[in-house]
């Protein structure tokens, strides 16, 4: 992986267009089918937090706000592949990671799509998060992966199976079945 010679905007188009843009574009179809006390659970990383840390405080600020909107993230995603294309990005204060990048959206957009089932759909009672398996032994990690497949599944499972009475957590961000500070 870190020996990947695909040209960085390359690597960062084929991996927005993943993570962040194939997540957005599931829910988007799949959001509106949750029945009342579902449970979504979106699989981001601990590097979404390391990767806002290399953001410029303008970008932190932005991924950070109660306010954004899908629209204004879309954007900012969109402006990071283009920033790549431009050898610009890290001028702009993007950090130098495409999957963490990718990420920081994955994160963010499953807070504000939890913002907006409590505006739409609030007596429904849908539980939606982002959480962080862990580092895992698979094809993508490698065999050194400090966890198991069933270990890393343990938060994403987890979440799925809150109780129907339970509040929370929701839009939030979670590893090793704790929220965590975004």
């Known amino acids: 992986k870190v ?6 905007a390359v690597q960062a ?3 927005l267009k993943t993570n962040f843009f194939g997540t957005r574009n599931v829910c988007t179809e799949l959001l509106p089918l949750v029945k009342p006390y579902g449970k979504v659970v979106n699989v981001s990383s601990m590097v979404s937090s390391s ?4 953001c410029s405080r303008e970008l932190q600020q932005k991924f950070r706000s109660d306010t954004i909107t ?3 993230l879309v954007e900012l995603m969109t402006k990071f592949v283009e920033d790549t294309k431009k050898s610009v990005h890290e001028k702009e204060g993007w ?3 495409a999957y963490g990048v990718s990420k920081i959206g994955v994160t963010v957009l499953s807070r504000i799509q939890a913002r907006m089932l409590n505006e739409k759909r609030k007596g429904d009672h849908i539980l939606l998060n982002a959480c962080c398996p862990g580092w895992v032994r ?6 050194k992966a400090t ?4 270990e890393g599944a343990e938060t994403p499972v987890y979440l799925a199976l809150l109780p129907s009475d339970a509040d929370g957590p929701h839009g939030q961000f979670l590893s090793n ?3 965590r500070t975004w």
């Open 95 to 97: 950090p130098n990671t």
């Open 51 to 54: 990767a806002l840390g290399g």
């Open 13 to 15: 188009e084929v991996t």
């Open 177 to 179: 079945k704790t929220v």
């Open 70 to 72: 899908e629209d204004e």
């Open 138 to 143: 698979t094809d993508m990690a490698g065999p």
């Open 147 to 150: 966890k198991s497949p069933d």
């Open 3 to 8: 020996h990947d010679t695909t040209p960085f």
